[in-house]
């Protein structure tokens, strides 16, 4: 069938393309800066959509424009359906990747192999031992580093997301950077973006100022090449000239992409959230589950989105607790 992309359009020309499915909402690691420390209240698992159910609400999505899925959680290789639903999705005309912590991701080389599925989003903070079990409570730091080898020996396209917290792993830049002088890797440094439970503050962010001067104090600035951005651009991305790999920055805070932004997000309860600020939500688990037609909900969660962060358009806004902390926690929005 023929997209109609007008249902998936906002009311400021931004045509929403890329869907991001949350699978689950638990997790096998408990970084504080996605999860409070008491944990979250999980949703009755009868709450949580099915294999099935997320395969046809997807499907719904892609029939009108969709082209690119992301799975996400919690960690999405939990689930375990996951070889279901990657199956299924699949199936699909479009590009499917994942965003996982890899403790998990060699168990499932093969069917990523099989469905085609080589985009792989790596969630790493630090590469210091001692501060992974500090930040994610687990000591699980060499099995991560272990997947990390085998995805690259199986050719998959690695991308490392780096969330920056002043006074734990802003240290670290440089070594992150200098993995991809072998590694043909993409690192993402993300500003460290606030949501319930999470304690933010903007004293705790690395802004992409901050961290483009240790780069350029480190490389000096006539070796740092900055890349052309992709097409509704997340990060901002650069190259050290001789380096395999390359790195991007996420900077939803201190620069934001809001105009370009063609994400939805689907909580794993079915619910749609139009932007990763926002603390509206829109149910379409329920009327699915009813067999109603789910399309009026999709227009008006896509048509209600604000222009720019949820409509935090002020450095105070965002710094206003009552604003920036009324939102779900991390893990049960989904990356």
């Known amino acids: 069938m023929t997209p109609n992309n007008s249902l998936l359009t906002d009311d400021f020309g931004r045509k929403h393309n890329y869907l991001r499915i949350s699978l ?32 046809e609400i997807a499907k719904t999505f892609v029939d009108y424009g969709v082209d690119k ?14 070889p279901a639903i990657i199956k299924q999705l699949s199936s699909l005309e479009t590009e499917i990747s994942i965003t996982t912590n890899g403790i998990l991701i060699d168990r499932h080389l093969a069917v990523l192999k099989e469905c085609k599925v080589f985009k792989i989003n790596l969630s790493l903070d630090t590469l210091v031992a001692t501060k992974f079990n500090a930040i994610t409570l687990r000591n699980q730091f060499s099995i991560v580093m272990d997947n990390l080898a085998l995805l690259l020996e199986h050719n998959f396209k690695v991308k490392i997301n780096v969330v920056l917290i002043k006074g734990f792993n802003e240290d670290e830049i440089i ?26 503050d903007s004293s705790k962010m690395v802004t992409q100022q901050e961290i ?13 090449d900055k890349l052309i951005d992709e097409a509704n651009f997340t990060a901002r991305e650069y190259k050290i000239k001789g380096h395999k790999g390359s790195f991007g920055i996420i900077s939803s805070i201190s620069n934001p992409f809001c105009d370009g932004c063609n994400r939805i997000r689907l909580t ?63 893990i049960s929005i989904g990356g």
């Open 24 to 55: 689950i909402e638990k997790c096998n690691l408990r970084c504080t800066y996605c999860m409070p420390a008491d944990g979250i209240p999980l949703s009755p698992k009868a709450d949580i959509m099915s294999a099935d159910e997320i395969f």
């Open 69 to 82: 899925i992301r799975l996400t959680g919690g960690e999405p290789l939990l689930r375990k359906d996951f």
């Open 175 to 200: 070594d992150f950077i200098a993995l991809t002088k072998e590694m043909p890797i993409s690192i993402r440094f993300i500003e460290f973006m606030p949501f319930a439970g999470n304690e933010w």
């Open 212 to 224: 483009l001067s240790q780069v350029e104090a480190h490389y000096t600035p006539e070796n740092v």
């Open 268 to 330: 794993a309860n079915g619910k749609i959230k139009n932007c990763l600020f926002s603390n509206s939500e829109t149910d379409l688990l329920t009327p699915f589950r009813n067999n109603q037609p789910i399309e009026d909900a999709i227009s008006a969660a896509i048509k209600s989105k604000k222009k720019v962060r949820a409509g935090m358009t002020t450095t105070a806004e965002i710094n206003d607790p009552t604003l920036n902390q009324d939102n779900r926690s991390m």
